[in-house]
């Protein structure tokens, strides 16, 4: 067990504090560019990790790619409990219709309660590596 725990800490691509470390600073802004920007950095270094993990590179690509699609919510969510961002940041959004802003706003707070919930567990880097894995390969999951 501790051999697949480490080989699951060496395939993390980068080290969690570069998840969004320029927007964390009190009274920094975080624009929708900036998102989409953080966004893409961790789609990337998910499936960096993905492919680096036991198991994963062995499977068929179609399942995972399958996995990756079913589990992306979750994978990115985890990363940023490791570097408080939007919680600690501002937020700055482009104009646009009002009732798109407050479902956008809820999306946020949803997102934000669950990074919150990650942070009051205060899992180390090797807790954290196992969730991503156990997400990643949940199993029931229909894709």
């Known amino acids: ?5 480490s080989q699951l ?3 993390e691509p980068y080290p969690a ?6 927007y964390s600073q009190p009274g920094s802004v975080m624009g929708i560019d900036n998102i989409c920007e953080l966004a893409a950095r961790l ?3 998910t499936v960096e990790w993905a492919r680096n993990i036991p198991f994963f590179p062995e499977l068929p690509l179609p399942d995972q790619v ?3 699609r079913l589990s992306w919510s979750e994978l990115s969510a985890l990363p940023l409990h490791m570097a408080p961002l939007l919680a600690a940041a501002g937020f700055h959004a482009s104009p646009m219709a009002a009732d798109r802003v407050v479902a956008f706003m ?4 949803v997102f934000q309660e669950q990074v919150e919930k990650l942070n009051r567990l205060q899992v180390d880097s090797a807790e954290f590596s196992c969730l991503k894995a156990i ?5 029931g999951r229909v894709g």
Request: no cysteine; proline share 3%; hydrophobic share 50%.
């Open 9 to 11: 800490l060496r395939a």
């Open 1 to 5: 067990l501790s051999e697949l725990i």
């Open 106 to 109: 809820d999306q946020i707070r």
């Open 66 to 68: 399958a996995l990756l």
């Open 135 to 139: 997400a990643l390969f949940t199993p």
């Open 17 to 22: 504090a570069r998840y969004g470390s320029q």
């Open 43 to 45: 789609l990337f270094s």
